[in-house]
């Protein structure tokens, strides 16, 4: 027969506590959603968080917007500012991956910095989505700008 020291079975018992514990906070995440600021030249610009997929812990957080057309609409007519200047991106957490979309061209591209080169061939309402990535998840905002000449 042979005899468990109490040792032993403290040490066993210790080491599965702390694997459960390590284990639970790894998978644990409690990060609010990022919070993004735009800017153009120094002037904050309004944005609305769009459709979104966050982890919480062991859940899900999901919000899905049943139309972008609203969303739009609560942001125009959008701040003016001037084709050929810079919008400057800020989050209070920085994302991965940030895909742009325009509606001036429907082509998505990765955002290389934190900024949106204005166009200079245009002028009008521009819409922007912003596609960020994040281990936590994606969110999309949108922006309205209006391009004065």
């Known amino acids: 027969m042979v005899k468990k020291s109490p040792a ?58 049943d139309s972008y057309a609203k969303i739009i609409n609560q942001l125009r007519p959008g701040e003016q500012v001037m084709p050929d200047g810079e919008l400057e991106i800020n989050f209070d957490y920085q994302p991965k991956t940030i895909i742009l979309t325009s509606s001036y061209n429907s082509e998505r591209k990765i955002l290389e910095n934190n900024y949106i080169k204005l166009p200079t061939n245009i002028k009008g309402l521009m819409v922007y989505f912003l596609d960020c990535y994040w281990k936590e998840g994606v969110i999309t905002y949108v922006v309205v700008v209006e391009l004065k000449s």
């Open 8 to 65: 032993l079975l403290f040490l066993i018992f210790i080491l599965i506590i702390a694997g459960a514990v390590v284990l639970v906070f790894t998978n644990y995440n409690t990060k609010e959603l990022p919070k993004l600021t735009i800017t153009y030249n120094g002037k904050e610009i309004k944005s609305i968080k769009g459709s979104y997929l966050w982890k919480r812990g062991f859940k899900n957080e999901v919000h899905v917007v």
